[in-house]
């Protein structure tokens, strides 16, 4: 249940029955900081009793205690800010700095449906979600310009719906519901916001059980023809390999052997025509897989020429290197591949809702003669040196 936020330093205790506030009058924006400054300590009710109030009614009062503290001139200026204002200026760098950077990560690309490119670009800067959102935003009811003060239920509503629209999973609605929520929530926290919040009346979409579409062999095919580089490697290694994608775009060339003989990676033996799963990128990271998902894989025959043009291109072929990079040598953005590849050959081929995890579904249909023609869906022209 909802305990009602209060300021930073500041905090409600019972003490010899009764609820005590502890405040800082700097936290709420009462004169400035004093090093070793006193808190003020105000009796609140009692917490024992036949007048004894719960925790939640006693935060209640201590908010409404503190409100009426602060100047009516000064709370009304504070809720003039923006919501992208705040959410540059307040909310990221005091609750997020201590997040770890996919922490950061997931929370930048929920805010680029709530933000304009434009905000998202001058608040996140480099880590900024990419500017492929732009086009798919068109009129979008971003609230990043409209006032704490003025945004109300009816734009909470109008941007949840929008998402919906267009067809957003009900999980991603949810989390673009529940980061606004917690923004507003921050910002009565820091008595930037006075009201409701404007997310408590939104009827969120239900989770149900996903639909597990499955491409037929015509359709993998025609997808794989349309595919260019680096989708067209990440699906034939995926349906080749026990590899998600996470381990497939955190692959360097240090943990391929693609000769006949035994190597060695920083004093680990790979055996020969073998991937050693050792790193994934993870929310923008290269870290370490789960324990349970170390392991040696052979590669399979289908993939083996693929791999090889590849590790024989002109640029990036150390062994410190991806083995599917961008043009600059970084790892590879899964998500502009879905949001942009995917959904252009999807429109083109008339196939919905197609996704890395729709053709990973369809490898039950290596099973018999198709998977034998995999190994020629590659083009070894525009393989052999993708990034040129």
Known sequence: ???????????????????????????????????????????????????????????????????????SQTLAQRSQITLAEFIGQRYLPELLAVK??????????????????????????????????????????????????DIRPFHADQLIHAALERGYSPQTVRNIRSLLSAVFTYARQELCFAGLNPTCKVKLPAIGEKSRRQLTAEQLRQVLGAMRYPEKQITLIRLNADMNVSEICGLRWQHVNLSGSWSNSDGELIPPITISVRKRWYRGALADVKQTRLRNIPIPEALLPMLLLLRARTTFHRPED????????????????????????????????LTLQTLHRSQGLLNGGFGSQL???????????PLH
């Not at 608040?123 to 086009?135: F, Q």
């Not at 990079?325 to 008339?350: K, P, Q």
């Not at 190994?375 to 040196?385: E, T």
């Open 1 to 71: 249940m909802d305990l009602v936020p209060l300021p930073r330093k500041t905090t409600l205790f019972m003490d010899g029955g009764q609820w005590i506030l502890s405040w800082d009058e700097h936290a709420i924006g009462l004169g400035e900081a004093m090093p070793n400054a006193q808190p003020n300590l105000t009796r609140i009710g009692s917490a024992t009793g036949s007048n004894a109030m719960t925790e939640i009614e006693a935060r209640r009062q201590a908010r409404r205690y503190l409100l009426s503290r602060l100047p």
């Open 100 to 149: 770890k950077l996919p922490w950061r990560a997931h929370y930048h690309s929920i805010l680029k449906h709530i933000l304009s490119p434009e905000d998202s670009e001058r608040i996140l800067g480099n880590e900024s979600p990419a500017r492929g959102s732009r086009a798919r935003h068109a009129h979008w009811p971003y609230l990043g310009q409209l006032r704490l003060s």
């Open 322 to 353: 991806f083995v599917l990079t961008s043009r600059t040598g970084t790892a590879i953005n899964v998500s502009n591949i879905t949001a942009r590849r995917l959904g252009a050959i999807s429109r083109t081929l008339g196939i919905p809702q």
């Open 375 to 385: 190994q020629h869906s590659a083009d070894p022209a525009r393989i052999s040196d």
